[in-house]
């Protein structure tokens, strides 16, 4: 089993709409989480941090579950730049500090 | 600020062929990252380095890849020989260390695509 694992979509979406997902994780020892996107042929960047109680930025918002081991990232009213691929990513304290990325979730908006 | 500076851009060799990347990460950063990026994949980590000692290097397939970072600051990635499998982004990301691992923010560069035939 992934240690990181999305549904790589993609999500095809109109201007405006709210679009949510979801990516699991197998090691229950995880201790951080994140979302980077990643546009077209181009680097992975940061978007957020995934905290336990919740987080929102603009018209992000990530939600963490760790009873289930799953994380969610919901984009409301969406915007043709928000077109990208949305990769997950866990920290595991191995010994020492490893990120592990997910496959990402591809996300297009249309007009 | 200058960001993680990679090269080269863009490669293609033949298989059997070796190839060399280049990365030089953001001044002061003491962690630096070389991952492996396959079309239709996430970014999957090759080897990491905590100033110029390796911390990690399980996924590295050492009986063809090789990494150094020598001093501390580049590093070099190297593939000999190569293989058709190989064909992927080689990504360098470099972040201040194990503070900056848990604020999850590393600092990737633009990659080098390597196409083998």
């Known amino acids: 089993r992934k240690e990181v694992e999305q549904d790589p979509g993609p999500f095809n979406v109109p201007e405006g709409a709210t679009v949510a997902f979801n990516c699991t994780y197998s090691n229950s020892a995880s201790q951080s989480f994140f979302w980077y996107r990643q546009d077209c042929r181009k680097e992975p960047k940061l978007l957020m941090s995934?905290?336990?109680s919740g987080n929102e930025d603009g018209r992000f918002t990530a939600q963490l579950n760790r009873a289930s081991q799953y994380i969610s990232l919901l984009i409301r009213d969406s915007k043709l730049s928000d077109s990208a691929t949305y990769l997950c990513?866990?920290?595991?304290?191995?010994?020492?500090?490893?990120?592990?990325f997910g496959t990402g979730t591809r996300l297009l908006v249309s007009p | 600020e200058a960001g993680v500076a990679q090269s080269p851009r863009y490669k293609i060799i033949e298989k059997r062929q070796s190839v060399a990347f280049w990365c030089n990460p953001i001044s002061g950063h003491a962690t630096l990252y070389w991952y492996q990026q396959i079309l239709g994949q996430g970014p999957k980590l090759l080897i990491q380095?905590?100033?110029?000692?390796?911390?990690?290097d399980s996924q590295l397939p050492k009986d063809r890849f090789s990494a150094e970072r020598l001093k501390g600051v580049d590093s070099t990635l190297k593939i000999q020989p190569a293989k058709l499998e190989d064909s992927a982004v080689y990504l360098c990301?470099?972040?201040?260390?194990?503070?900056?691992?848990?604020?999850?923010?590393?600092?990737f560069g633009e990659g080098s695509r390597l196409t083998v035939l």
């Open positions: 990513v866990v920290r595991l304290n191995t010994g020492f500090q490893k990120l592990v």
């Open positions: 990301a470099s972040s201040l260390g194990d503070r900056a691992t848990n604020t999850g923010e590393l600092f």
């Open positions: 995934v905290y336990s």
């Open positions: 380095f905590q100033n110029n000692g390796v911390v990690d």
